[in-house]
Structure formats: C-alpha cells, structure tokens
C-alpha cells in the first residue's frame, strides 16, 4: 500500500507537470491571445503601433522567452536576477502561493480568488452531500423493488434529471420560486446573489425568518436553489449507479445464503448488501467531484453567485491569463487529487482489490 | 433482463425471411417511451428544418428599426397577440421564428459533431484496438486523460482559443471543433473493446489466412461489427450535445448572435425574466424534450439491437 501511495504521489506530480505546462503553453501560444485583437485592428481607426504593442507586452513581462515565462509563473522571477538582471521580478510564483497579479485588474490573482473558492467550495461539497444523501436510498428501493410501478417511476425522473439542462433548471426555479412565489403571497427565496444587501423585503423568505444580512442563515437562504439544481445531474446519475450496482450485489451468492438463514429481507438489504453496492458509489462520487466543481460556472451564472465559476468566466472573455491559468491550474490538481482519491478509497472498502 | 430474455426467444422464433432490420425495428417498437421519444424527437426537427420556411418573420429583422423615427417608442420586446404566435425578444424578433430557426441550428450543430466524433472515435478505437502494443498503449493513455479532464471549463478556453475569423462558419464551426476535439473518447473506448474480442475470432483470421490487409481487415471486418454500440452510443450523444451546446451558448462560449440558437436565445431571455418568464421557458424545454426523447431512442436502439443484453450487462 505505501508502496503504490508512493508510486502514485509520483505520477500525479508528474501529471501536474504536465498539466501545468499544457495549460500555460496553450494559453501563450495559441493565436488569439490579449493583443491579437489590438494588432488586427491596426489597420483601422483604432491603431496601435507595433512599439505601442511591444510596450505593452513588456509592461505585462510578455517579452521575455516562454519558457523563462513558465518557469517565473511557477516559481517566481524574484530570484532571476542571477541568471538575468533584466529578468529581476517581484513574483514568487505559483508553488510559494502567487499566481502573479491580473492582467486587468492590476492586483494579484490570489487576492481575487481568495473570498471566492469557500463559495465554490461550499457549494460543489453540499450539493455532492444532497445528491448522495437522495441517490443512495432511492437507488436502493428502486433496486429493491425492481421492475415495480415505483421504480419505473423513479427510473423515469433519473432519466429526466440527466436530460434536463441543469441552467434552465435554475432559471425556471427563479421564476417560481422567486417570482410567483411572491405574486402568489408565498414566502419567496431570494433569486441570485450569496447574501442580501440590504434587509430583506417583507412577505419573503428572508423576511419571515428574519435574517440579518450576511448572517449565516441569510447566505443558507440564498443557497437553496443553487445547490438543489447543482445537484440535480448527479443525484439521478448516481440513483441509477447505486440501483445498477444494488441489484448486482442482490444476485450474489452470499445474499442468497444470508437470506436462506432466514434473516429478513430489510437486514439482508441493509446490512450484507449495502456495503458491497457503496463501493462503486464512493469511487464514483470522489471522482465527480471536480466536475460539479466545474458545473457551478452555469450555476453561479444563473444565480449570480461571485465564487471562481463567474471569475473564470470574466477572466476568459477579457484574455485574463494569469486568473484563467489560476483557474485551470487549480481544477487540475482537484481532478488528480480526485482521480488518486476515488482509487485508493476503492481499496479501502473492499480489502479484495489489491493495488499494483 | 427478462425482457431482453424474451425478446431472444421471440427472435429465435420469428421467421428466417425477417431481416436485420425489421428484427430490429419490432423490438424497438416495444418501448412506448422510445415510440414517444421518435415522435417528438421527428416532429422537432420537422419543425425546424421547415418551419423557418413557412413562418412570415425572418429570425434576425429588428423591427425596432422602422420605429426609430417615431416619438413613443413601443416597448420592443412583446407578449404573445395573435401576430407574433410567442411574443418578440429583446430587440423586437419574433420569437417563433427564432426558435425554429435557433433549432436548426443547435439541431444541426448536434447531428454534425455527433458523425464526427463517432468516425473519429470508431477509426482510433480500431486501430487501438487491432494494433495493440505502444500504439494502443499511447491512445488510451491519451483518452484516460482526456476522460478525467472536467468538461466544461476546457470546453470554455478551447473555444476561446481557436481564432473565430479563421474558419468559415465563424462561431458555430469553432463550438463543433471544441466538441469534436474533446468527444471522441467515449467511442473509441467502446470500439476498442470490441475490436479486442473480434480480432481473434475465426473470421478475422480467416481474412488474415487469405492475406486482407491491415486495413482491409479493420474497415471491413472490424468495425462493421462493431457497429451496433457505435449507434446507440450516437443516439445518446445527441442530447448531451444539444444540452452542452446550449450550456456554452449561454455562457457566451458558443453560438455567437444574431445567429439563433436554443442556449444563446436562453441568455437573451434572462435578462426578460422579469417581464416575459415564458421565454425562458420556451428554447430550455425544447433542448429538454431533445435530449429526453434521444436519451429513450438510444435506450431502446440498445435493447432492439442487442437483444441477449451483451452490451450492457446490468443495465
């Protein structure tokens, strides 16, 4: 085991290398970047010189080699000087904590995101947990109960909640539960934002309960929606998956013989069968969760929550590199972390996979 | 599994002068939810590909534009009359219109990449799976990459990296580069695993014995086999295109206006959602009526062409 840990921690720093230097070199590279637009304009009203240009790029530290470029985005140019005195900067670079300051808002990327990843956070991890805490039990009656009016039912929803695009979800969600809501003298939930600005209106949610702006029960309000519908794909996702592997584990043999001891059906369920039918859950799961991670960009978008999801979209429609390169480089080391997570977990339930 | 268990022994039963595909088309006929799903899954394209044609509108005249020059400007944006079926969005369109029109295009975006990305998937999961070694080695290191790269935020920056000037088609053309870029994996995970069955089995090295080539043999003999998973997995791809083209689209990160399309129509209407709530509702339900009917289609294709439930068992 510590042995394949090892191995494993090896090859996730070797994946993120590689990570690192596809993300960087793709954004640096690739045509379109910042001042494409500035030079295909040149020859129209808007001109900027070519000097202009170069000026510019020399201001944003664009002008020296690429490679020089990744390695002070990665470990800083604070000690360059040594190598270059041209090349002296003030970064520490992304390993000691600075992912360098933001092309358009002159201040450091860690600054920007440093309020915003709780959000995101909080977020993909509770509506993982709501998703879980529905799939398991309705995976198992289903399973239970199969080929039952009950199961067609919910087999029906499961495909309903995959089909359906979890953004208009939202949207929809806003007007009813926002909107109608408070035409029909309901108490309304909030329609966007992560806490209120000021206090909340009566006839509201928020009103009745009485939050004070900004107080935890305020922003749980606000929540609601956005992480019922950020749950929405994966709870029937893993429905399905927790049904499919519960009516696997229901056909072996030592179900059969617990229930041939005469133990009843609701234990067999509960306690021989559900262990098995997790294991693939738990890996599933652990290995979903950088992809709610990265769902919650339509989400925040719908809701207008200011977590990473709504910076990363800002960051890629103003060429923001550094914040983008942020952005990427954080779902990559959730993705390996993930990926290294979900397998080992899968040893860790089931003693009988043995891990080469 | 009963079912399916049924539908084998109907099969051996049935007469020998039914075809394949008629084989095929009476399993498929089984599943209600599928029939419904053809049905509304027929109609819209009907719909689309024709309705544009027929409606009095053109999807991109602002009529704004004659009213500039009158003092009381009426609001642009209208509810449903009897003129304008849906009302107007925004800048005065009528809405109808625009979602045909905006149909077409998300519909045609969906069939386009879903071709290419099985082609693409079915010719590198063969040659994965017949060559083996390095060569096999390499490509499915490349798909287990690709696989666990979370969808949405690579989707955004590889559309925004690929020059929208330098291609015909402008933003539409770049949406099915980014897709097809990033899609192909799935297939050519399912075409290799079945290229690594056939290979070995008597037929194969029968074209081998009388000297088919390489190509010969994964062209001809490989992947016609393997046809089957290939069309269903198709099938059930079209509806993740059409919602993942609408999720871009709304983000700003794909179908750029004025041309029309079910996710870029979505943004437009949310900036409404105060004053015209139904036209949000209107382009989301058609993306979901798509995705859900090809999702039922594609289920039951797995079951009407795989009767003993090889390809996926435990499902």
Not at chain 1, 101 to 112: A, E, T
Not at chain 1, 290 to 299: D, Q, R, S, V
Not at chain 2, 291 to 296: A, D, E, H, P, Q
Request: charge should be neutral; charged fraction near 15%; aromatic fraction near 10%.
């Amino acid at each position: 085991m510590t042995a394949y840990l090892i191995r494993r921690m090896l090859q996730m720093v070797i994946v993120l290398i590689i990570s690192s230097i596809t993300i960087y070199m793709l954004l640096n590279l690739a045509p379109g970047g910042p001042f494409d637009q500035l030079r295909t304009m040149s020859d129209r009203k808007s001109r900027v010189s070519e000097e202009q240009i170069d000026k510019m790029e020399a201001l944003l530290g664009l002008n020296k080699p690429i490679q020089m470029r990744y390695i002070a985005w990665l470990l800083g140019d604070d000690w360059m000087g040594s190598i270059n005195p041209e090349w002296e900067g003030d970064t520490r670079g992304v390993l000691r904590g600075d992912f360098g300051d933001s092309f358009r808002q002159k201040r450091p990327v860690m600054d920007m995101i440093r309020d915003r990843i709780p959000k995101t956070v909080a977020l993909t991890a509770i509506s993982a947990l709501l998703a879980m805490i529905v799939a398991i039990p309705v995976g198992i009656y289903s399973a239970v109960r199969q080929y039952s009016r009950a199961d067609y039912v919910l087999t029906f929803f499961t495909f309903m909640g995959v089909a359906i695009p979890s953004f208009w979800f939202g949207l929809m969600s806003i007007i009813i539960f926002a909107q109608l809501f408070q035409s029909w003298g309901l108490p309304a939930l909030p329609s966007g934002g992560w806490e209120s600005l000021r206090t909340p209106r009566e006839g509201t949610l928020l009103g009745v309960l009485g939050a004070e702006p900004g107080s935890f029960l305020d922003v749980g309000v606000h929540l609601i929606l956005p992480i019922v519908v950020l749950s929405l794909l994966q709870m029937a996702g893993w429905t399905r998956y927790m049904r499919t592997s519960m009516l696997e584990v229901l056909q072996q043999d030592y179900v059969r013989t617990a229930r041939a001891k005469g133990l009843a059906e609701r234990f067999v369920v509960a306690k021989h069968a559900l262990r098995n039918a997790l294991i693939p859950l738990v890996t599933i799961v652990t290995y979903e969760l950088p992809f709610i991670f990265g769902g919650t960009i339509l989400i925040e978008q719908v809701f207008g929550i200011p977590g990473m999801g709504l910076l990363y979209i800002d960051a890629l429609s103003g060429f923001d590199f550094p914040v983008t390169q942020a952005y990427l480089l954080i779902t990559a080391v959730l993705t390996v972390i993930a990926t290294l997570l979900s397998d080992v977990l899968y040893t860790v339930v089931d003693p009988r996979i043995r891990l080469h | 599994m009963t079912v399916a268990e049924l539908a084998f022994q109907e099969e051996l039963a049935a007469p020998q002068e039914e075809s394949q595909a008629q084989a095929v088309w009476r399993r498929f006929r089984r599943h209600r939810l599928a029939m419904i799903g053809l049905t509304i899954a027929v109609l819209l394209v009907f719909a689309c590909f024709i309705g544009p044609l027929l409606t009095p509108f053109d999807s991109n005249t602002i009529r704004g534009r004659d009213l500039l020059l009158l003092k009381d400007l009426p609001p642009l944006s209208t509810g449903p009359d009897g003129f304008h079926i849906l009302g107007t969005d925004s800048l005065g369109r009528d809405y109808l219109t625009r979602l045909l029109q905006g149909g077409r295009v998300s519909l045609a975006l969906a069939f386009v990449v879903v071709i290419l990305t099985q082609v693409v998937g079915t010719i590198v999961g063969g040659i994965s799976g017949y060559y083996g070694g390095w060569v096999d080695a390499v490509l499915m290191r490349i798909v287990d990459f690709l696989f666990t790269l979370p969808s949405l935020p690579i989707f955004m920056v590889l559309y925004v990296l690929i020059p929208k000037d330098a291609v015909p088609g402008g933003s539409i053309t770049v949406l099915a580069l980014v897709f097809i870029t990033l899609g192909w994996t799935g297939s050519s995970r399912l075409v290799r695993g079945m290229v690594l069955s056939l290979k070995n089995q008597e037929f194969a090295e029968a074209a081998r014995a009388v000297g088919a080539s390489n190509r010969r043999i994964i062209l001809r003999h490989m992947i016609p086999n393997a046809i089957a998973p290939v069309l269903v997995a198709a099938t059930l791809q079209v509806g993740g295109i059409v919602v993942g083209e609408a999720a871009l689209s709304y983000l700003g990160f794909g179908v750029q206006p004025p041309d029309p399309s079910w996710g870029n129509m979505l943004q437009g209407a949310q900036k409404l959602i105060l004053t015209r709530p139904m036209q949000v509702f209107y382009p989301g339900m058609t993306i979901f009526l798509t995705s859900l009917s090809f999702n039922f289609i594609g289920d039951a294709l797995r079951d009407a062409l795989d009767p003993r439930g090889q390809l996926s068992a435990g499902h």
